[in-house]
């Protein structure tokens, strides 16, 4: 079982940085994929970001050169670092925590941040 808690949403003008930081509480928080996704009024979920457990990084089109996703797992947390920042980034974003045991999945979901961008 893993808990997760997103910090550091808020409102940005236009060009402006956010990081975003998620807490996982539980065991084996390594041997997780950590993923950023977000959803904006009205769409969809969409994955943003991810980072596997060997430290690999991948990116949606729309945030790359923008967004910078990070683990440690010696404090068992993630961060997503914006920069750039655009109105259309603005949505609800959530830390997720994945992995394939056997013939199992776990995905556990933290409760979300709110980014606004806005002048």
């Known amino acids: 079982q893993v808990q997760l808690v997103e910090s550091g949403g808020g409102l940005v003008q236009p060009g402006g940085s956010l990081t975003l930081s998620c807490a996982a509480s539980?065991?084996?928080?390594?041997?997780?994929?950590m993923r950023w996704y977000r959803q904006a009024p009205g769409k969809q979920r969409e994955l943003v970001a991810g980072?596997?457990?060997?430290?690999?990084?991948n990116y949606i089109d729309s945030v790359k050169g923008r967004f910078t996703v990070s683990r440690d797992n010696a404090k068992n947390t993630v961060a997503l670092q914006m920069n750039s920042l655009k109105p259309e980034d603005t949505a609800v974003y959530y830390c997720?925590?994945?992995?394939?045991?056997?013939?199992?999945?776990?995905?556990?979901w933290g409760q979300g941040t709110q980014v606004t961008v806005s002048s």
């Open positions: 539980g065991t084996s928080f390594s041997s997780y994929a």
């Open positions: 997720n925590a994945f992995r394939v045991f056997g013939y199992s999945a776990y995905n556990y």
């Open positions: 980072i596997t457990s060997g430290d690999m990084a």
